[in-house]
């Protein structure tokens, strides 16, 4: 990924990303199991500053793509528990803050991973979903799981999906039948999604590799 093709909200984003230490490099175990030679951990996002730095980034992609010619209007964004959460509930308050004639009304929704079985009871937090359109905003796709299983919850619940934002595309491939080949012809995570669900999945940035230099976690105050 080239930084000097990014606009300056991607930069900055990308910055706090690696200066936060959100964004590391080394060898990671991922969800697929797939080793990875970088980890986008978006719980690492905890500082206001950061947090400010991805709502921003997401809502400016967000208000871009619907100025584009092929906009995603939504009613609400949802975030997958857990860590989809954060980034759902800022995304609408910074949405609200930059454009608040068209977001000032937009809603927040998510998920309990168990759903609770006294006061409110159920497994959905916020809006409820029946009727309206939902984007679903999340840190990154690895096999797809954790955003097939949001589809599902969100459609249970009446709502209709209709794009899903992420921060990070780690253009991962599926992962290989007989063992983790990396260089086995297998298609991409995302575009499955797309095909399957007929749904745009966009993100703030496309990160195919590259030689950066990742940091420690925040310091606080
Ligand atoms: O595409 P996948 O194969 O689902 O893998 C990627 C997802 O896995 C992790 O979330 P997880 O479901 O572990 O939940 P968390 O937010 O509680 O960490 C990660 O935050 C991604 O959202
Ligand atoms: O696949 C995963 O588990 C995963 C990858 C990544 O970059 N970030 C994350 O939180 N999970």
Not at 136 to 163: L, N, P, Q
């Amino acid at each position: 990924m080239s930084s000097t093709t990014l606009s300056p909200y991607k930069l900055e984003f990308l910055e706090a990303a690696i200066n936060g230490g959100v964004l590391k490099f080394g060898s990671f175990e991922l969800k697929s199991k797939r080793i990875s030679p970088y980890f986008f951990n978006a719980g690492d996002f905890y500082r206001a500053d950061l947090l400010r730095a991805i709502s921003t980034a997401y809502a400016k992609t967000i208000i871009e793509v619907n100025e584009s010619s092929s906009p995603v209007e939504f009613d609400i964004l949802f975030g997958p528990a857990y860590k989809g959460i954060p980034l759902a509930t800022s995304t609408v308050d910074k949405l609200a803050e930059l454009k608040p004639e068209k977001y000032g009304s937009v809603c927040y929704s998510f998920d309990r991973k168990e759903a609770k079985d006294h006061g409110e009871g159920g497994n959905i937090v916020g809006a409820p979903l029946k009727g309206k359109r939902v984007l679903i905003v999340d840190d990154v796709v690895t096999a797809g799981t954790a955003k097939r299983e949001a589809i599902g919850k969100i459609r249970y619940e009446g709502g209709i999906v209709v794009g899903i934002l992420v921060a990070l595309d780690r253009m991962e491939k599926l992962p290989a039948p007989n063992g983790d080949d990396p260089k086995a012809p297998m298609p991409s995570a995302i575009g499955e999604i797309r095909k399957e669900y007929g749904i745009p999945v966009l993100s703030i940035l496309t990160l195919n590799g590259g030689a950066v230099e990742g940091k420690e976690g925040a310091d606080c105050g």
